[in-house]
């Protein structure tokens, strides 16, 4: 039914860019004296020809699954695409994950060769084959035995196979969900579902070239950071760094200095903020440099819209935008020139701010089970709070039979060569979510504009009632509330209640600076015991939420929290989406009580 563009398969897809990008740097690898070393094309072909040697050595043939638990790492690379040499499928799981979510996915997706970051993950799974018949054999990166990779790679060397092509159909990847509403699920992703995303991507952005530099900083575990980076830059014959870790990311973006990058909403709030609240603290001279190239770039952006802005206006513009704006970019790396995020909605008062700096950044919209890329803003086609434009080859509705009468918008529907071939393992939730006619119903909310702009506007499943009858959309109330500077995390609940309340995790470092001023404790524990700190953020909340919604909306009670929602709490998935169902059991007594 669908068409794929050659080369249609990553086995392909890499000795294309091998053989063009051979002496470009693809990896740069930090290092223990504080630079980076980097690492090319040609030697990461090296090495991915020997471990699929290994592979081969070792029996993985087509259709085995082949597993990794690691972070990003040119090793990650390197056994990915040997495994697809192999026509095998790869599942790679992160490293900051339950054991148990690990046995289950080797169990459900028979991994028969499995390789593990350290010797730390190697002793929490080495007995895992007693209880997996598939699992024969568990390697390690960071090590020099007889089960290293060093060693798989040596194997390799001595006896050299060919590559298999993969058919397009074949699957390349099962990509683990993260779980946000219930038990993981295999999405089983062919070789012409990532090809097919890449490259639609890669079309509408034409100033990705080998001259770009990345800073990976989400995991090649989930679709997004697979298609939207790895993939993508090595078919451009791009390069890219490494965050080490989220305490790291602005000591790694100084390293690294990228020109583009791929993230989340999240990075960029926590940088709008940290700006902002610096900005407060400083005050004075540096405050009012500050308000003045903000409001001078406002102006220029707002006149360049409907005319040409004026030449003392550019004059100031240019003048504060060294001053000022100059050392955010600088702060950066410098380099960087625009980014892409998914994954939540991105706030448009903090998008602008981007834009007006310097820095756009591009709205995109996906799942993993659409390998992930539906829509996608790009400098040509742009327009801040949506999500963009249908890639090219794909076709999307809106399906208004599932929501309530008078409604504008309807569920999002996509059809298109991206869409999975099914859940693994799960027939029945994969007819559930793949109508007959082969359109995936994506759970998600939204509507087109005039201009074929695609426009989020919930998720079904996410959103409820209240007692009125109300229809509330917590997520989009969420992202409003993260905007204020004294608020790093916020959860809205009321289904079926008679008013909406909010949990409340206060921005810590920004009200460290408070208590100072105030003279009382900074610890959390006692800030959020402190009636004059948790009435300030309240009362800011709903002042804030009272210029965009309704009154049902804004909420009536508030728990303030002392720690955050993270991925190590398993309150958020590894692309910082909200756990929301963990989240409510978790605090289920407090938010009763919020109603007693």
Known sequence: MWTYEKPDNLVEWWEESEKKFRDNVLFWVHNDSGTLDPIRYGEIGRRIKNARGGLAKLGVEKGDSVGIISANRPEWAVLAFA????????????????????????????????????????DMVKDFPKEIPTLENIYVIESEGENSLAALEKMGQADPVAPVVPHYDDIAVLIYTSGTTGAPKGVLLSHGNLTYCSRAGYNIYPELNETQIGLSMLPWAHSYALSGELNNWIQFGGSMGFMRDVTTLAEDLQRVR????ISVPRVFNKIYDGMHAKMEEAGGLKKKLFDAACETAKKKRERSENGRPGFFLNMKHALLDKLVFSKIRDAMGGRVTGALTASAAMNKEIALFFYDIGIPIYDCYGLTETAPAVSMNSPDAWK????????AGQ??????????????DG??????????????NKPQETAEVIMPDGAFRTGDRGMFDEEG???ITGRVKEQYKLSNGKYVFPAVIEEEIKLLPNVANATIYGDGKPYNVCMVIPDFEVAARWADKNGVSAKPEDLIANKTFTDMIENEIMQHLRKTFGGYEIPKRFLFLKEDFTVENGMLTQTMKLKRREVIKNYKNEIEAMYG
């Open 395 to 408: 076709k999307v509705v809106i399906d208004p039979s599932i929501v309530e009468e008078g409604a504008t």
């Open 384 to 391: 801040i709070g949506s999500v963009g434009k249908v890639l």
């Open 83 to 122: 495994a697809y040499g192999r026509n095998a499928r790869y599942i790679p799981m992160y490293e900051k994950e339950l054991i148990g979510t690990w046995k289950y996915i080797i169990q459900d997706s028979g991994i028969k060769f499995l390789l593990v970051s350290s010797a730390a993950i190697y």
């Open 453 to 455: 702009f695609l426009w």
């Open 411 to 424: 569920e999002i529907l996509v059809y298109g060569p991206n869409v999975m071939k099914g859940y693994h």
């Open 258 to 261: 990228p020109t583009y990058l």
